[in-house]
C-alpha cells in the first residue's frame, strides 16, 4: 500500500524561500513518478511540477518555472520541492502524488493521472 506524507509547509514571507519534502513508502522507487500539486482556497487543484520514473524528465508549470525546483533521492523514497522568490499568489495546500510508469513528458499532468496521494502542507506567503 502506497503511503505518502508532506511536510515542510509553514508561513515564509514575500521573496523567501522554503523546501517541502515528500516521503514515500510502498512504492519501488525505480517504477514511479512523484508531482507536486496546490490548492488555494476556492480554486481548483493546479500541477506545479512532474519527476517522472526514473527521473527521465521533469517540467514545471509555467507560474513556477524558474522559481520552483523539484528533486528526489531514490535511495529514501524522498521528493523535494524547493520554492524560491515566493509570491502571496503562492499561497496553498500543496500535496504529493505519486503514479506508477509516468513519465512526465510536458508540462500538462492532471490530478487525474495520479492515483496516490499526501494529506497536503500548508504554504502561506504573507509580510
Known amino acids: 500500500q502506497v503511503k505518502i506524507v508532506e511536510s515542510g509547509g509553514g508561513l515564509v514571507q514575500p521573496g523567501g524561500s522554503v523546501t517541502l519534502s515528500c516521503a514515500a513508502s510502498?512504492?519501488?522507487?525505480?517504477?514511479?513518478?512523484f508531482a507536486w500539486f496546490r490548492q488555494a482556497t476556492g480554486e481548483a487543484r493546479e500541477g506545479v511540477s512532474c519527476?517522472?520514473?526514473?527521473?527521465?524528465?521533469?517540467n514545471y508549470a509555467d507560474s513556477v518555472k524558474g522559481r520552483f525546483t523539484t528533486s528526489r533521492d531514490r535511495t529514501k523514497n524522498m521528493v523535494y520541492l524547493r520554492m524560491d522568490n515566493l509570491e502571496p499568489e503562492d499561497t496553498a495546500v500543496y500535496y504529493c502524488?505519486?503514479?506508477?510508469?509516468?513519465?512526465?513528458?510536458?508540462?500538462?499532468?492532471?490530478?487525474?493521472?495520479?492515483?496516490?496521494w499526501g494529506q497536503g502542507t500548508q504554504v502561506t506567503v504573507s509580510s
Open positions: 502524488a505519486a503514479e506508477s510508469w509516468y513519465p512526465c513528458s510536458s508540462n500538462w499532468f492532471p490530478a487525474s493521472h495520479f492515483n496516490s
Open positions: 510502498g512504492v519501488n522507487s525505480e517504477e514511479y513518478a
Open positions: 519527476i517522472g520514473t526514473r527521473d527521465v524528465n521533469t
